[in-house]
């Protein structure tokens, strides 16, 4: 079968790179792609929120499956669209539709969901501009750190913890009385403050069955020692050396199970990922959020795991008949440390020149952020390069992932070295 990947980042290569072992592939296609998707798929200059070229491109290229990257058309309804047009309703297509895409994109949405459906999450209110005096009022009866959550999608953005309740109220005020996120923040959820350690547990479903794929952890901030700005992903390592057995089929009974079946009583037909947010809280899982795609750079730790035929698990998904396929994993440990353009998360510049490449031994590399200017693979985004290794150990996996993370060069590059040190004290 034709399949056309929609997206331009280190997520979208990764899944392209699986793909393309597929037996069941013919032709692969990339929307927009980068200059690594480029090296094996045909890359096609169409934006992902073009749902009109998007079809023209999937009718004239006869793409029978389309696996969506981003979480933006999956907001903006591209699965809709899909299924409500005559000439590609038959396509299958991997993500939900509208309504299950709520679960990331309103935040408001996914508590409800979470509280009515009894699965483990902060205690929550929201509010809006009308009703900011009450949310002043919530404030004072909370103690610190108070969390403060933009509605919409807000570029990753919107949450913001605080340990004072002075700026708690200054900021609450930001969001709803002058709009601080835009449409985003006409609405805040204010939630109790979790502690505990972080990872992400990731879910692919058909709307009937599902499949847990392996869990990860990402590093959020540009500086070591988790420190900066928050930024996509500067690293993954998966799977997590605190989330044992025990941990993992409470996520599995209290989380994941749940969550498939609310949708059900819901009515939402969810095919597609599921990126579940946890917090570990003393050996018990709290959801944090939920996004309705695949993390990023999760995705290049977690999909060179999966053994199994990618392709064949989609084509389970769209045909819901996931529950005949096996998933198979592997059970050494995978890393990936991002390479940065410097002044990333903030201004940075690209075109820059990248070399070294074709010194990579012993590393899988995903292009996040690159394009081809004059036959050179030049930087073309904030996230430039995840470098993948595999080890039979945290530190082996991580030892090949900086080695070639030296070997690769261009100007101004910027990459975190302590990822996956905080879990070295975990390993057995
Ligand atoms: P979110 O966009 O909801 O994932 O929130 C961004 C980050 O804020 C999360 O990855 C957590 O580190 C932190 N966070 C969000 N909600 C809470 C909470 N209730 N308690 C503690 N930390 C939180
Ligand atoms: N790495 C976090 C995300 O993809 O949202």
Redesign the pocket.
């Known amino acids: 079968m034709n399949v056309l990947v929609l997206g331009s980042g280190g997520r979208e290569h990764a899944l392209a790179w699986k793909i393309n072992e597929s037996k069941l592939l013919t032709k692969l296609f990339v929307a927009p792609g980068n200059a690594g998707t480029a090296s094996f798929a045909t890359n096609l200059n169409v934006n992902v929120n073009d749902f009109d070229t998007i079809k023209k491109v999937v009718l004239e290229n006869n793409i029978s499956l389309v696996v969506v990257g981003p979480e933006d058309p999956l907001v903006n309804g591209i699965c809709d669209f899909f299924l409500a047009d005559k000439e590609l309703k038959n396509v299958g297509i991997i993500g939900p539709q509208r309504d299950g895409a709520e679960l990331e994109g309103s935040?408001e949405f996914s508590k409800k969901f979470m509280i009515k459906h009894n699965i483990p999450t902060?205690q929550y209110q929201s509010f809006t501009a009308a009703t900011l005096d009450n949310g002043l009022t919530f404030l004072e009866t909370l103690s610190p750190p108070y969390?403060l959550?933009a509605d919409g999608l807000a570029a990753?953005k919107?949450?913001v913890?605080l340990d004072n309740l002075n700026e708690a109220k200054n900021e609450l005020t930001e969001m709803l009385s002058n709009k601080k996120f835009g449409e985003a923040s006409a609405k805040v959820v204010i939630?109790?403050?979790?502690s505990g350690i972080?990872l992400s547990v990731f879910v692919l479903t058909d709307g009937n069955s599902y499949k847990i794929l392996p869990a990860a952890k990402d590093y959020?901030r540009i500086g070591e020692g988790d420190t900066g700005l928050n930024t996509g992903g500067m690293g993954a390592i998966s799977p997590v050396p605190f989330a044992d057995e025990n941990f993992l089929s409470k996520v599995e009974e209290q989380v994941v199970k749940p969550t498939i079946e609310g949708l059900k009583k819901e009515n939402i037909n969810y095919k597609g990922f599921i990126f579940i947010?946890l917090?570990n809280n003393n050996g018990n899982p709290f959801v944090?959020?939920y996004n309705v795609r695949m993390g990023d750079p999760e995705t290049e730790v977690v999909i060179p795991r999966i053994e199994s035929d990618l392709l064949d698990l989609f084509y389970g998904v769209a045909t819901q008949t996931l529950h005949e396929k096996e998933i198979k994993i592997n059970p050494q440990t995978a890393t990936t440390v991002m390479l940065v353009s410097g002044g990333y998360p903030e201004a940075y510049e690209k075109g820059k020149m990248i070399t070294g490449l074709e010194n990579i031994e012993e590393s899988t590399i995903f292009h996040a952020g690159t394009t081809i200017k004059d036959n050179q693979v030049v930087t073309n985004g904030g996230r430039v390069i995840a470098v993948t290794s595999f080890g039979n150990s945290l530190e082996e996996a991580l030892e090949k992932s900086f080695k070639n993370a030296e070997k690769i060069q261009f100007e101004k590059k910027y990459y975190r070295k302590d990822i996956g040190q905080d879990l070295l004290a975990y390993k057995n």
């Open positions: 935040k902060a969390v959550k990753g919107g949450v913890i939630e109790e403050f979790l972080e959020k947010g917090m944090i959020e």
